[in-house]
């Protein structure tokens, strides 16, 4: 295929481009998702222990939810400029409800978005290659677009990683017995994404 | 040439949206928000634009749901397709929206087409695992007793795990449903097609009134519809109700 021609010369030809964006994407996510759990464990923490303001909580979490990114990197731009504060708080806001319920989901769609901060501004991520066909082609897109499914699947597999290291042993054979359950029963994300619309 | 651009937008005749009325506002394009601007372009710009915007979304996540029922059934007969699925609509989950668009449009164009394409492909994930998850959630030994009842399969089907189901299909069809809204906006980039095309008008312009209208407006549309499915699933589940009263 030509085009993957196309996007195998644009990894080769540009290493140093697509290396920087995409650190600078990584850093990014990395950035929204801990402002994210910062705001929402303590919350999550709180409604769990105290068995109160689950509620407020779980609406809050389905109203953040819904709002499109595009339209909240839009408002934000009347209200603190183009730039990269813009794309951190439409990221933050939209890595904060699956947070209530699932990290990996969270993760893999806020470095999936990140991209969008060339719409804000911020040319630092591979949304300049994404946003600018023009200038490196459709096999540039396909290029970027690899990294970031790549940087993607990584994080989730991480994330996965050091939920396992924390997980108490006693607690983890516990939970791989049921995980083996769910896993049988339906796939294991299932369950979580269902959690805040469900309780 | 703007203050006559405002008057025919007034009027209702329709305007050509890129360079739509800025009326008054444009003397100060630096103020917040200009309520005539919104009143001037509701019927030229911002109705035609939120109509679209609900048919895209309304057409991707009907042909999603589809898609994602037959795939939960065909998962539940045959024990690898759930993973095959799941590792394929994943894997869509993870392309960036405007990457995913613009590979498409070799295939199929600069059309409304490829948008769906691409937004049909995003509901999958939370359609298919909600799905499945509902229909799983019937215990096997409520399954045993309706088919010693004589039920047939389609009739368990339709008459217990479907009703058990609703409640995780209609939050995976609450999920789908304002991840579409939200990916709809980037179609602008593609066709004219949405309120993401006023949007991106108001970047490249940087007009204040038209952001914050046409973003108001996709925000509130999402809501809406978030709420909307909420209504429905009390309609669909009236069980529920009574059960938490």
């Given at each position: 295929m030509n085009l993957l021609t196309h996007a195998a010369d644009f990894l080769v030809n540009h290493p140093e481009l697509w290396l920087t964006k995409a650190g600078n994407q990584v850093v990014l996510s990395a950035a929204a998702l801990g402002v994210a759990l910062a705001v929402s464990l303590p919350v999550g923490v709180a409604t769990g222990h105290l068995h109160r303001g689950s509620f407020l909580a779980i609406s809050g979490g389905n109203v953040a939810r819904a709002l499109p990114t595009l339209a909240v990197i839009a408002v934000l731009l009347t209200l603190v400029g183009i730039g990269f504060l813009n794309i951190m708080l439409a990221l933050v806001v939209l890595a904060i409800p699956p947070i209530l319920t699932g990290v990996e989901t969270s993760t893999v769609f806020v470095i999936a978005t990140a991209y969008l901060s060339s719409v804000a501004g911020s040319n630092a991520t591979l949304g300049a290659v994404i946003t600018d066909q023009a200038e490196f082609g459709l096999g540039g897109v396909l290029g970027a677009t690899a990294v970031i499914v790549v940087i993607a699947f990584a994080a989730a597999g991480l994330v996965a990683g050091l939920r396992r290291l924390a997980t108490p042993k006693g607690l983890r054979i516990a939970r791989q017995e049921r995980t083996q359950m769910v896993s049988l029963a339906g796939s294991r994300t299932a369950p979580q994404e269902a959690a805040p619309a469900t309780s | 040439m703007t203050a006559l651009a405002a008057r025919v937008g007034a009027s209702g005749a329709p305007v050509i949206p890129i360079i739509h009325a800025r009326s008054r506002c444009v003397t100060n394009p630096s103020s917040l928000f200009c309520p005539s601007w919104v009143a001037d372009n509701w019927t030229g710009v911002l109705e035609p634009k939120l109509l679209q915007h609900i048919e895209m979304t309304v057409t991707a996540?009907?042909?999603?749901?589809?898609?994602?029922?037959?795939?939960?059934?065909?998962?539940?007969?045959?024990?690898?397709?759930?993973?095959?699925?799941?590792?394929?609509?994943?894997?869509?989950?993870?392309?960036?929206?405007?990457?995913?668009?613009?590979?498409?449009?070799?295939?199929?164009?600069?059309?409304?087409?490829?948008?769906?394409?691409?937004?049909?492909?995003?509901?999958l994930l939370a359609l298919f695992a909600n799905i499945l998850a509902g229909l799983r959630e019937t215990p096997p030994e409520v399954v045993g007793a309706a088919r010693g009842m004589g039920m047939t399969e389609t009739q368990i089907l339709l008459r217990v795990r479907m009703p058990v189901a609703v409640p995780t299909i209609m939050a995976g069809l609450r999920i789908a449903t304002v991840i579409t809204i939200s990916l709809a906006t980037i179609a602008a980039y593609i066709t004219p097609d949405g309120l993401g095309q006023p949007i991106l008008d108001g970047i490249s312009t940087g007009f204040n009134t038209e952001l914050i209208a046409a973003g108001g407006l996709a925000i509130l549309l999402a809501l809406f519809a978030d709420a909307l499915l909420v209504g429905l699933q009390r309609l669909l589940t009236p069980w529920r109700r009574a059960r938490v009263d």
């Amino acid at each position: 295929m030509n085009l993957l021609t196309h996007a195998a010369d644009f990894l080769v030809n540009h290493p140093e481009l697509w290396l920087t964006k995409a650190g600078n994407q990584v850093v990014l996510s990395a950035a929204a998702l801990g402002v994210a759990l910062a705001v929402s464990l303590p919350v999550g923490v709180a409604t769990g222990h105290l068995h109160r303001g689950s509620f407020l909580a779980i609406s809050g979490g389905n109203v953040a939810r819904a709002l499109p990114t595009l339209a909240v990197i839009a408002v934000l731009l009347t209200l603190v400029g183009i730039g990269f504060l813009n794309i951190m708080l439409a990221l933050v806001v939209l890595a904060i409800p699956p947070i209530l319920t699932g990290v990996e989901t969270s993760t893999v769609f806020v470095i999936a978005t990140a991209y969008l901060s060339s719409v804000a501004g911020s040319n630092a991520t591979l949304g300049a290659v994404i946003t600018d066909q023009a200038e490196f082609g459709l096999g540039g897109v396909l290029g970027a677009t690899a990294v970031i499914v790549v940087i993607a699947f990584a994080a989730a597999g991480l994330v996965a990683g050091l939920r396992r290291l924390a997980t108490p042993k006693g607690l983890r054979i516990a939970r791989q017995e049921r995980t083996q359950m769910v896993s049988l029963a339906g796939s294991r994300t299932a369950p979580q994404e269902a959690a805040p619309a469900t309780s | 040439m703007t203050a006559l651009a405002a008057r025919v937008g007034a009027s209702g005749a329709p305007v050509i949206p890129i360079i739509h009325a800025r009326s008054r506002c444009v003397t100060n394009p630096s103020s917040l928000f200009c309520p005539s601007w919104v009143a001037d372009n509701w019927t030229g710009v911002l109705e035609p634009k939120l109509l679209q915007h609900i048919e895209m979304t309304v057409t991707a996540v009907a042909i999603g749901f589809v898609l994602a029922f037959a795939a939960a059934l065909a998962a539940q007969r045959v024990s690898w397709f759930d993973r095959l699925f799941t590792g394929f609509s994943t894997l869509l989950y993870t392309i960036p929206s405007l990457a995913l668009f613009e590979l498409l449009v070799p295939l199929t164009g600069l059309t409304l087409l490829t948008i769906e394409i691409g937004l049909v492909g995003y509901t999958l994930l939370a359609l298919f695992a909600n799905i499945l998850a509902g229909l799983r959630e019937t215990p096997p030994e409520v399954v045993g007793a309706a088919r010693g009842m004589g039920m047939t399969e389609t009739q368990i089907l339709l008459r217990v795990r479907m009703p058990v189901a609703v409640p995780t299909i209609m939050a995976g069809l609450r999920i789908a449903t304002v991840i579409t809204i939200s990916l709809a906006t980037i179609a602008a980039y593609i066709t004219p097609d949405g309120l993401g095309q006023p949007i991106l008008d108001g970047i490249s312009t940087g007009f204040n009134t038209e952001l914050i209208a046409a973003g108001g407006l996709a925000i509130l549309l999402a809501l809406f519809a978030d709420a909307l499915l909420v209504g429905l699933q009390r309609l669909l589940t009236p069980w529920r109700r009574a059960r938490v009263d």
